[in-house]
Nanobody
Framework: DVQLQASGGGLVHTGGFLRLSCAAS????????IGWFRQAPGREREAVSC????????YGADSVKGRFTISSDYDNHRVYLQMNNLQPEDTAVYYC???????????????????WGQGTLVTVSS
């Protein structure tokens, strides 16, 4: 069975940092799209970043460029999201998701990802 386990969320002050981790299993890790999404209360799910594990190509949302960095550990089947200079507007539940086929509609289309983790809450206080 495919499993995605997100962890690393917490409460930080503005300007702080966190590193989220997504542990993946049950699919071919080196041939997938693994993305991070977030959803704040009352708002739509938003794509944050994604990695195409076949070649390490990275995708990132403009809202987090220069602050968030996605990376992967192929040995341990983990994907990380390093989040620096966190702002109150980054407060959300963060999810990791995986797609094992091509992403219909592009990497930001959350419906293209078949597998989802349980989410981890990030709260940034002002």
């Amino acid at each position: 069975d495919v499993q995605l386990q997100a962890s690393g969320g917490g409460l930080v002050h503005t300007g702080g940092f966190l590193r989220l981790s997504c542990a993946a299993s049950g699919f071919r890790f080196d041939y997938a799209f693994i993305g991070w999404f977030r959803q704040a209360p009352g708002r739509e799910r938003e794509a944050v970043s994604c990695i195409r594990t076949s070649d390490g190509y990275l995708y990132g949302a403009d809202s987090v460029k220069g602050r968030f960095t996605i990376s992967s550990d192929y040995d341990n089947h983990r994907v990380y999201l390093q989040m620096n200079n966190l702002q109150p507007e980054d407060t959300a539940v963060y999810y990791c998701a995986a797609a094992v086929n091509d992403l219909t509609g592009g990497w930001k289309n959350w419906r293209a990802y078949a597998y989802w983790g349980q989410g981890t809450l990030v709260t940034v206080s002002s």
